[in-house]
Nanobody
Framework: QVQLVESGGGLAQPGGSLRLSCAAS????????MGWYRQLPGKQRELVGT???????NYADSVKGRFTISRDNAKNTMYLQMNSLKPEDTAVYYC?????????WGQGTQVTVSL
């Protein structure tokens, strides 16, 4: 059983930055892919981006060029650096890791972008 815990959410101004962390209870070295999702108010959960074990990343068009996903296998942690934040980025952000036939989710962290 793997537990994922997000942190780093909070309030940011438009144009500002936040960095989210997703800490795993065990080694993430064998996780082929990890991802960040978000759920906007009243909307379905949507993919923000993914990172492979080799460090390759993919992003949703809405965040491309503003958000960066990275992972530190030694620290068993994945990150989401969010720059140039917009009010429409306001959402609960979740990390995700499919592994050995199961899909693990964190509990989510709230990000609010507002003046």
């Amino acid at each position: 059983q793997v537990q994922l815990v997000e942190s780093g959410g909070g309030l940011a101004q438009p144009g500002g930055s936040l960095r989210l962390s997703c800490a795993a209870s065990g080694s993430i070295g064998s996780f082929l892919v990890m991802g960040w999702y978000r759920q906007l108010p009243g909307k379905q959960r949507e993919l923000v981006g993914t990172i492979t074990s080799g460090g390759s990343t993919n992003y949703a068009d809405s965040v491309k060029g503003r958000f960066t996903i990275s992972r530190d296998n030694a620290k068993n942690t994945m990150y989401l650096q969010m720059n140039s934040l917009k009010p429409e980025d306001t959402a609960v952000y979740y990390c995700n890791a499919p592994h050995r036939g199961l899909t693990y989710w964190g509990q989510g962290t709230q990000v609010t972008v507002s003046l």
